[in-house]
């Protein structure tokens, strides 16, 4: 089925979904380091790599980073503002269970981490403007399907060996 920017007869925008693993999730709190209003934000990378050829098709963004071991990963995001210069609620995570996302527990932050295994709603969105014709997955909701959650604290750096299991 080939994806596209369309709304059904309520006027609504049809929504799709893909399945995979996020990388740089900024869900629980907008990213704000290039745009001051925040966007809430994710790369994904499909369990269907169909989804990356279909992506690449429209013109999505896809990025890859080789050097850190992430295959090649689709952008979703959604704006904390909508052109109007209203506020755009967060949009909805899920537990796998369908239950709103805790992002606290017993007062400590929980943030969704890379290599969390998730399915996004989004729906396709198109702008023309005088730079072109842009095409954007936009997040409609999120479910997460198998957490890793992100731990600012931890040390461990994968690219360092384990000095005892050295076998020379």
């Known amino acids: 089925m080939s994806l596209r920017a369309s709304k059904n007869e309520d006027g609504k925008f049809n929504k799709y979904s893909i399945e995979g693993h996020l990388y740089y999730p900024s869900l629980n709190r ?6 001051k209003e925040g966007i809430y934000e994710t790369y994904l990378c ?8 279909e992506a690449k098709g429209q013109k999505v963004k896809v990025k890859e980073w080789e050097d850190a071991g992430i295959p090649e990963c689709i952008y979703f995001k959604q704006y904390t503002k909508s052109k109007s210069g209203g506020e755009n609620n967060r949009p909805p995570v899920l537990t796998e269970d369908g239950q709103p996302f805790k992002f606290q527990d017993n007062g400590r ?45 931890k040390k461990d750096d994968p690219t360092e060996s384990n000095e005892e299991n050295l076998d020379f």
């Open 30 to 35: 907008p990213n704000t380091r290039f745009k």
């Open 109 to 153: 932050d929980v943030i969704i981490g890379n290599g969390t295994r998730a399915k996004i709603e989004f729906y396709i969105y198109t702008i023309k403007n005088d730079y072109g014709v842009f095409t954007n997955y936009m997040i409609s909701r999120v479910k997460i399907l198998d957490l890793v959650e992100y731990d600012p604290d």
């Open 46 to 53: 499909p369990t269907d790599k169909k989804e990356i050829t």
